[in-house]
């Protein structure tokens, strides 16, 4: 079972710019999430009659998710710092396009966004990672999983895993909302959102 949290709202979410691997820091709304998502885990844990002590926790290594962990962490009043980092829970990479807004992205390249709108799994901007290669490191990070596990990553990395686990096909999970402030239980392959 993975407890699957997207990190908190940052500015660049309200902006609506790709962050990719850029660092953004949570904004306000952003911490509030974070606690939100941990109060949701505690009645998981109640329920499911798990003690956090005993579950491993693993984050991205970007600071919008190592953020939200250590706020949940804090709000289960466990170590903050104890958590592993994973670089394969890192963002999809948007190449030229971090730090633009969908417009912008259109603008600069308009027949490469074309080509990625209409199949957004395996085309990328230059630079960029397609979601085809997060699907794969996301698959590698589940295969070495050897135990229930707390995840704090992102929206990207999410779609991605709903693929590589068979929940969702690449068409329907390429413009799937991924919720800030919400829980994602994966379990026997299926997947619940607690919100």
């Known amino acids: 079972m993975i407890y699957y949290l997207r990190h908190g709202e940052t500015e660049w979410n309200v902006l609506g710019r790709l962050q990719g691997a850029q660092d ?8 509030r999430q974070a ?18 002590l005993s579950l491993p926790f693993v984050s991205s290594p970007l600071g919008r998710a190592r953020s939200t962990m250590e706020l949940v962490r804090a709000e289960l009043q466990l170590p903050v710092n104890e958590y592993g980092l994973d670089d394969r829970l890192r963002e999809i990479g948007y190449g030229v396009w971090e730090g633009c807004t969908l417009a912008e992205s259109e603008a600069s390249h308009p027949e490469l966004y074309a080509q990625r709108l209409a199949d957004k799994w395996s085309v990328c901007p230059p630079g960029g990672e397609t979601y085809a290669e997060v699907q794969q490191r996301m698959r590698d990070w589940y295969n ?8 704090v990553a992102h ?4 779609r991605a895993l709903m693929v590589a686990l068979g929940i969702e096909t690449p068409a329907s999970a390429a413009d799937l909302y991924i919720e800030q402030g919400a829980v994602y239980v994966f379990r026997g392959g299926a997947l619940t959102k607690y919100s």
């Open 144 to 151: 070495s999983l050897r135990s229930d596990t707390v995840a």
């Open 155 to 158: 929206g990207g990395t999410a």
């Open 35 to 52: 606690v939100q998502a941990a109060h949701i885990l505690t009645g998981l844990f109640r329920r499911n009659g798990r003690e956090p």
């Open 24 to 31: 953004v820091p949570l904004n306000e709304r952003g911490r």
